[in-house]
């Protein structure tokens, strides 16, 4: 008798097929799932370190304020210790028109505060013949131009540009100015300002401040190589803000070598002095009388400050610099540049803020914050 195999059962086949695309789909859900769950997580992670890095970055706000109106009150006479008053060392260096630099460890992260007086750099506005405030700004463009590396057959028609930029009227200045009619014709075409720049970037705008002049770079990238100019960038030596002079107590050392009569030598001996680096205070082997000043401060347990007091105190304590050089510094500075950076967890936030101030009140001219 013959064997006959077993039929198959195709609803067999077919469930089986249908348990394995159910538990595929299932492994699918339950893996989406756990992926959204851990998104979410670490989304409310960064939400938490980023709410508690803007706090940081506003209690470094915070910290500039209460200095920048500490230091109109503070005396370098005090007899509070560091201790006591931990605050009373940066808020004279502001008083004495000194750069202040503080990183303050708050929870988990930090937080640091730079309190900058803006008149560290040029206020551009006051280098043009319109701004007539008797300063010889030709001379301030020169010395620039030539710390910058720019070759002279540039300075005419960069400073005949800028004066043509910022002047009231519509009159092309000296052989290389260019105003309106210049201007338009360029693609997109635009009008010169004819008064005083907003922002710094507005060079940009002005008839041979190409980038390689404000950004550092080769000033001829078309010539052969060995004929190429590389310069650097002037962008930050300037502010639009102060007086028109610089600070001698906070100026770094690019800017105070583009002061006409200064260079990289005086430049750092101004540094020295200032900051006692070293306790010499010399300039081509000739002493200032401020070795023995500040070991007499030393002997009396005084608080050393070596900062310039006046122009005259800053002139007689830099010998043999030139008489020029009274005309364009001052010791001090009534706005201030504030940058506060706050870190924590790899995340970080930044505030940019130009400031001065009206009595016992901080007033903000600008701010910007950057993620």
């Not at 979410?40 to 970055?57: D, F, M, S, W």
């Not at 009227?169 to 260019?178: I, L, P, W």
């Not at 390689?212 to 190429?228: F, H, S, Y």
């Not at 002095?273 to 030393?298: D, F, K, N, P, W």
Request: charged share 25%; with cysteine.
């Amino acid at each position: 008798m013959a064997m006959t195999s077993p039929r198959k059962n195709p609803q067999r086949g077919s469930a089986l097929i249908v348990a394995l695309w159910t538990i595929v789909l299932m492994s699918v859900l339950v893996a989406s799932f756990t992926l959204d769950a851990m998104l979410e997580a670490k989304i409310g992670v960064y939400v938490r370190q980023r709410r508690h890095v803007n706090y940081l970055t506003q209690s470094g706000v915070a910290i500039a304020e209460m200095l920048l109106v500490k230091q109109q009150k503070v005396s370098p006479t005090s007899l509070a210790t560091d201790d006591e008053d931990r605050w009373k060392e940066p808020a004279l260096r502001i008083k004495r028109g000194q750069t202040t630099v503080i990183d303050e460890p708050i929870g988990e992260g930090v937080v640091r505060v730079e309190i900058i007086p803006e008149q560290a750099r040029w206020n551009i506005n006051q280098l043009c013949n319109e701004a007539r405030n008797g300063i010889p700004y030709d001379s301030v463009w020169e010395q620039i131009f030539t710390m910058a590396n720019i070759p002279a057959e540039y300075f005419e028609e960069l400073i005949d540009c800028w004066d043509d930029w910022t002047d009231a009227d519509s009159a092309v200045q000296g052989r290389y100015g260019a105003e309106d009619e210049y201007y338009k014709s360029l693609d997109p075409p635009y009008t010169a300002r004819n008064g005083p720049v907003d922002t710094i970037d507005e060079l940009r705008l002005v008839k041979g401040f190409v980038p390689a002049i404000l950004d550092g770079g080769v000033l001829n990238p078309d010539a052969k190589k060995e004929q190429q100019i590389t310069v650097r960038g002037i962008k930050e030596l300037f502010t639009t803000y102060g007086d028109g002079k610089i600070n001698v107590n906070a100026a770094p050392m690019e800017v105070l070598m583009t002061i006409p009569g200064v260079d990289d030598i005086t430049a750092g001996a101004i540094i020295e002095e200032r900051e006692g680096a070293g306790g010499s205070g010399t300039l081509s082997g000739v002493r200032s009388t401020t070795g023995m000043a500040r070991a007499a401060t030393m002997a009396s347990g005084q608080e050393e400050d070596y900062s310039f007091k006046t122009v005259a105190d800053f002139m007689g304590r830099i010998p043999g610099i030139a008489s020029e050089v009274e005309q364009y510094v001052t010791v001090n500075s009534a706005t201030f540049r504030v940058n506060i950076r706050g870190e924590a967890s790899g995340i970080s936030h930044t505030i940019q803020a130009i400031v001065e101030l009206e009595g016992d009140k901080v007033r903000y001219l600008r701010w910007r914050e950057d993620p």
